[in-house]
């Protein structure tokens, strides 16, 4: 993450669950999901910028209303940056636009019956943010926008001073969090069951360990299930190359032996004397699926990983630390640490365990 400028919907991160911001922002920890796909095909949508505005006074004043996608603001003094929707500009008055692939908050009377429709916390962050950012460029925002695509509704905000003061504070509690360690899970959270990194953060796992009063015992959380293909090649004189959106395996003599969905492969072993194409390896990388070779014996000798979000600084710092004695040794302890607790919860959601060796386990 760049130290200078922060992007408004990292902030906004933050208000949704400041652990997940850690995880993203700061650990580079991205998982995918249908959630995210979806909303990143929405944003797809509208992130179209928008043709160059017309030059002569006289298409100003019949462009005077005008709508802006993909506008890009920076504020060198407040660190931040946002890329906008959409902005609606009516000569020096602007509306920023967030568009939102889920539903708005409801309101509730009484008697249980909807009585209306509000905007969440995270998604008036992000918009306050990205209100403050046109001020700063010289418009005029009393008003906002967020469109949910879920119900085709679209809500409107008034910027007033208590929002301002509610995004720059939530600003500045991000930046604070980045710099210290990583924010203990929600409790008991209905957030927690469609988060994409629910599998990596563990939520109720964490907290059962923690033994604090407020922690209900722990939820049967399902991650995901990898339905992927694991492929193995193995036959000496095999060739592995890339047809199209699939892999293609064929034997010495050029027979062809499979054809494999790039689609539904997770990883691919070459065992022995088996050969693979670079168009192949670049494909492979592209879509983030690792590559192993092996020995004839199954030996482990290199693994091509596909680069991922962390940033240089990052891997720089984990390579330095292992030049310190204590530092390896820390680091040993953590990865016996976290195979016993890995053992823990996999026995806590097969519910196949007594109390007995799960505390055995957690004082182990």
């Not at 004695?325 to 053992?343: F, G, P, W, Y």
């Given at each position: ?299 482990l000798i290199a693994c091509v990983d596909p680069l991922d979000a962390v940033s240089a600084d990052t891997r720089r710092n984990q390579v330095r ?27 806590q959601r097969n519910g196949a365990a007594s109390a007995r060796i799960l505390d055995a386990l957690k004082t182990s």
């Open positions: 993450m760049d130290p200078k400028l922060w992007p408004a919907r990292n902030v906004a991160e933050f208000a949704y669950c400041p652990r997940l911001f850690y995880y993203m922002e700061v650990e580079g920890i991205h998982v995918p999901s249908s959630d995210t796909e979806e909303g990143q095909r929405i944003h797809r949508r509208v992130d179209v910028p928008s043709a160059t505005p017309p030059e002569s006074e006289q298409d100003r004043d019949a462009a005077e209303l005008r709508k802006v996608r993909s506008l890009t603001l920076t504020s060198e003094r407040l660190g931040l940056t946002a890329t906008l929707d959409l902005a609606e500009i009516d000569g020096s008055v602007a509306v920023p636009v967030e568009y939102r692939k889920g539903r708005p908050r409801q309101v509730y009377d009484e008697d249980g019956e909807v009585i209306g429709y509000e905007s969440w916390p995270t998604d008036r962050v992000q918009i306050g943010l990205q209100a403050i950012l046109l001020e700063e460029a010289g418009y005029e925002v009393s008003s906002a926008a967020i469109y949910y695509a879920a119900e085709k509704r679209r809500l409107s905000l008034v910027v007033d001073d208590a929002l301002r003061v509610e995004a720059l504070e939530t600003f500045e509690a991000a930046r604070t969090c980045a710099t210290g360690s990583r924010p203990l899970p929600l409790v008991n959270d209905s957030r927690c069951p469609r988060c994409s990194l629910q599998p990596v953060c563990l939520p109720d796992e964490i907290n059962s360990l923690r033994e604090t009063s407020e922690t209900p015992s722990a939820r049967k959380l399902w991650p995901p299930r990898d339905d992927g293909i694991h492929l193995v090649t193995q036959r000496r004189g095999t060739r592995v190359g890339i047809r199209a959106s699939t892999l293609r395996v064929t034997e010495a003599d050029g027979t062809k032996t499979a054809e494999v969905p790039l689609a539904g492969v997770e990883s691919l072993s070459l065992v022995g004397a088996v050969q693979i194409s670079t168009q192949a390896l670049h494909t492979l990388a592209d879509r983030g699926i690792p590559v192993a070779y092996l020995s004839g014996a199954g030996r630390r292992l030049d310190c004695e204590s530092d390896r040794v820390e680091l040993s302890r953590a990865l016996i640490v976290a195979k016993i607790r890995n053992q823990r919860v996999l026995l």
